[in-house]
């Protein structure tokens, strides 16, 4: 039975129609000039269409040195609002709430210019260390790509806090190494990622939820882990976060110290910490949740109050509606051990996945020169 993963859940003025989310998976789909194109737009079309209770667009990067991979959406000016306008209607057709989520990769910018807490080497390049100046501009930053955001159509935004990026460096006393009043304790290293929540609630305004996509425990020697996660989650429930997707690990991670991603539901129980300190934040489970029976076991337990699917849904746009009963084929299941989606990215080639029909990987192809 699923009844529960297909019931209703209000989050803040939103209400989904089930508690499956599409999470935000960077597939490398946009051009180099940063815009919205047709091939982000019939992504998260088939997103919208796959049954899911809320679709979130990935990347959307709040200043040029922030951004990670050259494919990738800014909304960093003006300009890129009709775009992400486009973006946000193709989603709310059908009837989907759509967020956008804010992104600053700090150190992991792939960029000459990039910028961190301190001055850990990263990739072989050392970043230059924020001063006052940088932090107040990339604080504004979320906040105008926040307003840009809520212009453009979106019923909320969602900050990424996930996969070491730069609200989590200030946060890690492993790439924080700052002397100031962002760095020491806990409380200095929380204090920019909080001063982002407020700034981006200040300028979207109360009745638009602003949630946090949250790295529970970086799985790296020397990294955050729950005992300081937890009390950042309280006060980011303290500072009205509208829900946090949780996730682990980060690119630093080495894999003796990363769970095996190929096991199912590999990071609930990070998410099931976080609900169980704080039960009535809204928290997002994800992590290689194949079976509908494991999603409806997640809820079912009170591990968390939504599942996000990544690749699971790439692999099957239409497991929502399978595992719903409207479709009586059976689910194509991600194959665990396959990383072509990775490989393409890494190659900045546009993503697709092995277990696509042949004709569909063909079409594919086809459309994106090779």
Not at 187 to 207: H, S
Not at 315 to 338: F, N
Request: glycine letters at 8%; aromatic letters at 8%.
């Amino acid at each position: 039975m699923t009844d529960r993963l297909f019931s209703p859940f209000r989050l803040g003025p939103l209400t989904l129609a089930n508690r499956i989310v599409c999470l935000p998976m960077y597939l490398a789909y946009p051009d180099p000039d940063h815009e919205v194109n047709s091939l982000v737009l019939d992504y998260y079309s088939e997103m919208a269409d796959s049954g899911a209770g809320m679709v979130v667009v990935e990347n959307a990067t709040v200043e040029p040195r922030g951004l990670t991979n050259p494919r990738s959406l800014l909304a960093s000016e003006d300009r890129f609002v009709p775009g992400l306008a486009r973006l946000a209607a193709v989603i709310k057709a059908r009837g989907v709430p759509a967020v956008l989520q804010l992104h600053h990769a700090g150190r992991h910018a792939k960029r000459p210019d990039r910028i961190a807490p301190s001055a850990v080497e990263t990739w072989g390049v050392t970043p230059r260390v924020m001063d006052q100046a940088d932090v107040d501009r990339v604080v504004a930053a979320f906040a105008a790509g926040a307003v840009r955001a809520k212009a453009a159509g979106f019923g909320a935004v969602e900050l990424h806090g996930g996969m070491g990026y730069l609200l989590t460096q200030f946060l890690s006393a492993r790439t924080n190494l700052r002397h100031d009043g962002y760095g020491g304790e806990l409380a200095g290293r929380m204090r920019f990622p909080l001063e982002v929540l407020a700034a981006v609630q200040a300028a979207v305004g109360d009745d638009f939820p602003v949630g946090y996509r949250f790295l529970a425990h970086e799985c790296v020697p020397g990294g955050i882990t729950l005992d300081e996660t937890l009390p950042f989650a309280r006060e980011l429930a303290r500072a009205g976060a509208a829900y946090l997707s949780v996730m682990a690990g980060c690119y630093d991670s080495p894999p003796q110290y990363v769970m095996d991603d190929r096991q199912e539901a590999c990071m609930t129980p990070f998410a099931a910490a976080i609900k169980q300190e704080l039960p009535a934040m809204p928290v997002i489970a994800a992590g290689r949740i194949q079976r509908p029976e494991t999603a409806q076991a997640i809820l079912s337990d009170g591990a968390a109050d939504l599942v996000g699917l990544g690749r699971i849904v790439f692999a099957d746009p239409l497991w929502p509606r399978k595992a719903s009963g409207q479709i009586a084929e059976p689910i194509t299941e991600c194959t665990p051990t396959c990383s072509l989606c990775f490989k393409r990215i890494i190659a900045q080639k546009p993503a697709y996945c092995a277990r696509w029909t042949k004709e569909r990987r063909e079409r594919f192809l086809e459309r994106v020169g090779g």
